[in-house]
């Protein structure tokens, strides 16, 4: 049997009556071993097809995982502050749409804290830049002790971190924000036969489990609920926490 030039195989074919075959026989015997060759050769491309359909796939998979790999890191690298290694502005604001949907559905308290070190620029001035990314660089790890697994930390920018506390009161989350003023309050540096030690005004904005349920949550609102909280701060000598109320807002229009 003979596919183009190739042979494919040998056919066979016997009797046991001598002079069996006529040339009619002979003939349709042509014509099946010609379809079996092909049959076998076609058979055989198939194969072949099939494995480098199996090969390609594999690659195309394997390329696939691979982008999806740069994808997620690429995002991952995008929402790290390089500096302090925390979460930055970009992750916040995704996690911040994950939070308000899970509020909406189980009405969980909230409190959204924003710290803001005092006079760090007086820090970059005086001692240098170097100086003041290692003071962001010791506030972020101290910071990060105190958090909870479900608690979100980011730094915002420049010297200013936000905090999300989720399943909390204003009670305990001033609690929180109490202890992290005090244990940033607690970290000094050496620099130039100096001591040098910052502090931090906290304030935060808190919505109870029954506003939490309620749609149309901003969280740009209590992000702007918390600054004004902070003018506050700042005018009643800083180094505090501060809990916004609806007054504040008044009198600052």
Request: proline share 1%; net charge negative.
């Amino acid at each position: 049997m003979v596919a183009e030039t190739e042979l494919v195989g040998v056919l066979n074919i016997s009797h046991p009556e001598a002079d069996y075959f006529n040339d009619w026989h002979i003939r349709l015997l042509h014509i099946y071993k010609n379809m079996l060759g092909q049959l076998i050769t076609n058979c055989r491309l198939f194969q072949q097809m099939e494995k480098k359909i199996a090969s390609r796939t594999a690659k195309l998979q394997q390329a696939l995982q691979d982008v999806k790999y740069l994808k997620e890191r690429y995002e991952s690298m995008s929402m790290i502050d390089d500096l302090t290694g925390l979460f930055n502005r970009r992750y916040f604001y995704a996690q911040a749409a994950v939070i308000i949907s899970s509020l909406e559905r189980y009405g969980q308290g909230l409190c959204v804290l924003i710290l803001d070190l005092d006079f760090f620029k007086k820090i970059n001035d005086t001692y240098g830049h170097m100086t003041g990314d290692q003071v962001l660089i010791d506030v972020a790890a101290t910071l990060k002790e105190e958090m909870r697994d479900s608690d979100i930390l980011v730094r915002f920018g420049g010297e200013e971190f936000v905090v999300v506390f989720t399943n909390t009161d204003c009670q305990n989350g001033f609690i929180f924000a109490e202890r992290i003023r005090k244990s940033i309050n607690a970290l000094s540096w050496n620099l130039d036969d100096e001591q040098v030690k910052i502090t931090v005004s906290i304030d935060m904005t808190c919505l109870d489990a029954a506003e939490s349920s309620k749609p149309g949550i901003n969280i740009d609102h209590l992000i702007h609920c918390a600054d004004v909280a902070l003018y506050r701060s700042k005018a009643e000598g800083r180094n505090r926490s501060t809990i916004f109320t609806q007054e504040m807002l008044q009198s600052k229009r």
